[in-house]
């Protein structure tokens, strides 16, 4: 292995603890009837979701009932708001477990026909006690409960409570019958590569270089055929005979959601790789690259990627390892699927291409053609790109100099287009 990672493995085990200790939790019982075995899902924890336009991630579980199903309170606390946020499909009840103003934590019961509603802010409720039926939704057979852990404040609550908890973490268990799935992202090609914080995808098969992203096809079913949801826990491995990158937790679904904030830090989604989700698609590209380690999807995890130029060129697997909540236990996945792909991080040898004025030698005339070409084809106010290199030393001979000065600007002259004489063509 060329270089270790001690932090991030930390991370990985930090993460594993808490997923077990999720799931030592003592268990809450589902809000619907107590003796079924399965339940079946239509939206999951943190899934992409777009109906209007506007992308976020869904934040709760939708549990798939008849209509007029009736719901229970799961554990006992004090009403903390009765109220609806959009007409007469969303009306919803919220539980917390203080009767007071500070903050706390609570439950979400959403979808409940009003007329069916028992309860008033303020009421005491023990586990348990009815407190109303689900309405009739107008998409056909997806009448639901929407069921998610919350926290705010105040007296009664208003809707601009936080998503702090995946109600699957303390539910109580059910079978899940459906593991989860990895599909293609191109035809015979499980995975896609891109360039780190662009939409400049590497051709399928063709080789990697620099700052990578990878994007990997992946979901699940609960206990249905239909509606197709992200899986509960996703990470990667990139490893060859001799290095590796070590197993990388890539998200998991679980602790607080920002749910209207940084959708596409886990999900790509533009004309190449299209993410839906809605009622008449579901498609999810996430790209398992932008991470930290840790849980929560924050606008800094788009920093994550494969760093090829920390390994030698050569042949890799990239290995792709996901779980669904029933299946994940101490690091164990359901479905491992892995693509082999070639690094190419070739740094151009500057006897090739650098003469630009080619009397035979590298020489100041050779920088002030290439700096004058760059300077006519960029807006002097505008930053130069910076150098990928970590210090600059593009030839690797362990030090910055005036070589290396050239070979970028080439870099620079090459990346905005060729001009009369361009020296990186074939």
């Known amino acids: 292995m060329k270089r270790s990672c001690p932090r991030l493995k930390v991370l990985i085990l930090v993460f594993l603890a808490i997923a077990l200790c999720a799931k030592a939790l003592q268990a809450i019982p589902w809000p619907l009837q107590r003796d079924l075995t399965t339940r079946s899902i239509g939206n999951t924890y943190g899934e992409y979701q777009n109906y209007s336009g506007t992308p976020y991630l869904h934040p709760g579980l939708d549990v798939l009932v008849p209509a007029r199903t009736p719901v229970y309170a799961v554990e006992s606390g004090y009403v903390k708001a009765v109220l609806t946020i959009s007409a007469d499909l969303h009306w919803r009840v919220a539980i917390g477990d203080s009767p007071g103003t500070e903050q706390c934590d609570g439950w979400l019961y959403a979808h409940l026909e009003q007329t069916s509603i028992p309860v008033l802010p303020g009421d005491y409720v023990e586990e348990g006690d009815y407190l109303g039926r689900i309405v009739q939704w107008p998409v056909a057979d997806f009448h639901h409960i929407h069921f998610v852990k919350i926290r705010n404040s105040g007296q009664p609550w208003q809707s601009d409570w936080e998503f702090?908890?995946?109600?699957?973490?303390?539910?109580?268990?059910?079978l899940d019958l459906n593991p989860p799935v990895v599909e293609d992202c191109y035809?015979?090609?499980?995975?896609a590569f891109f360039k780190n914080g662009t939409h400049d995808y590497f051709p399928p098969g063709s080789p990697v270089s620099g700052d990578v992203d990878i994007i990997a096809r992946v979901g699940d079913h609960i206990n249905n055929t239909i509606w197709l949801m992200s899986p509960y826990t996703v990470a990667y491995e990139i490893y060859n005979d001799t290095?590796?990158?070590?197993?990388?937790?890539?998200?998991?679904?679980?602790?607080?959601?920002?749910?209207?904030?940084?959708?596409?830090?886990?999900?790509?989604?533009?004309?190449?790789?299209?993410t839906r989700g809605d009622y008449n698609q579901r498609i999810f590209?996430?790209?398992?690259?932008?991470?930290?380690?840790?849980?929560?999807?924050e606008a800094?995890?788009?920093?994550?990627?494969?760093?090829?130029?920390?390994?030698d060129d050569g042949e890799y697997w990239v290995k792709v390892f996901v779980a669904d909540r029933d299946g994940f236990d101490g690091g164990s996945y359901d479905v491992i699927d892995s693509l082999l792909v070639e690094v190419v991080n070739e740094i151009?040898?500057?006897?090739?291409?650098?003469?630009?004025?080619?009397?035979?030698?590298?020489?100041?005339?050779?920088?002030?053609?290439?700096?004058n070409f760059v300077y006519r084809q960029l807006d002097a106010r505008q930053q130069i790109p910076n150098c990928p290199g970590d210090n600059g030393d593009w030839n690797c001979d362990g030090a910055v100099n005036p070589l290396d000065v050239v070979l970028y600007v080439n870099f620079v002259y090459h990346s905005i287009g060729s001009g009369p004489c361009d020296p990186c063509a074939p």
């Open 164 to 174: 702090i908890a995946n109600p699957l973490d303390e539910l109580e268990g059910t």
């Open 243 to 274: 290095m590796t990158t070590g197993l990388i937790h890539s998200l998991t679904f679980t602790g607080q959601l920002f749910w209207t904030q940084n959708v596409n830090v886990i999900f790509q989604d533009d004309a190449q790789f299209d």
């Open 187 to 191: 035809p015979e090609y499980k995975f």
């Open 348 to 371: 151009c040898d500057c006897t090739d291409f650098c003469d630009l004025n080619l009397d035979g030698g590298i020489n100041p005339i050779d920088v002030v053609c290439i700096v």
């Open 300 to 311: 800094s995890d788009t920093a994550g990627c494969w760093h090829t130029m920390d390994f």
């Open 285 to 297: 590209y996430h790209i398992i690259t932008n991470t930290d380690g840790d849980s929560v999807v």
